[in-house]
């Protein structure tokens, strides 16, 4: 529930830009509760799901990974378009904030990201998440080609 309050507070701020004061406390406020609810858990389970799995599985097999800022946040988008659940903020948060702009620079591949998405399950093999079951791990891969800002950012 910790968890759960800390991102609904931080994806429902309106905001302009992320140098207003109240992104920033928001922000700020969501990253400390997440803090709180692994602490409450003794494990990162609460705020570390399948978008963590995918960073895990590039940081793995990538000669040189991206940040893991950049890859859990594509990997979330990734998630969040799959699942149909709260796409369209997270997709508002990463325009207004620049990190689309930025995730293009890095010539990241979308091949990557399928690989990682196969993998994935294995990474903590014992911790379900939605890329344990076959049918999100496709719907999460062909994604990868067919939605515009991952065609933006991902190289085929």
């Given at each position: 529930m910790v968890a759960k309050k800390a991102v609904n507070s931080f994806v429902r701020t309106p905001f302009e830009s992320m140098e207003e004061d109240?992104?920033?406390?928001e922000l700020l406020d969501s990253l400390a509760m997440?803090?709180?609810?692994?602490?409450?858990?003794?494990?990162?389970?609460?705020?570390?799901?399948?978008?963590?799995l995918i960073s895990h599985a590039l940081d793995s097999f990538l000669e040189r990974p991206q940040?893991?800022?950049?890859?859990?946040?594509?990997?979330?988008?990734?998630?969040?378009?799959i699942l149909d659940h709260r796409w369209k903020r997270v997709d508002t948060i990463f325009t207004k904030t620049g990190f689309w702009d930025y995730c293009a620079t890095l010539e990241l591949k979308a091949e990557d990201f399928a690989k990682a998405i196969d993998m994935a399950p294995s990474i903590k093999p014992h911790?379900?998440?939605?890329?344990?079951?076959?049918?999100?791990?496709?719907?999460a891969k062909a994604i990868l080609t067919t939605d515009d800002k991952l065609k933006d950012i991902l190289k085929a």
């Open positions: 109240l992104f920033l406390k997440s803090g709180v609810a692994n602490e409450i858990a003794g494990s990162s389970a609460p705020t570390s799901g399948s978008e963590h940040l893991h800022g950049v890859q859990v946040g594509i990997a979330t988008y990734i998630m969040c378009k911790r379900h998440t939605y890329l344990h079951e076959e049918k999100y791990r496709e719907l």
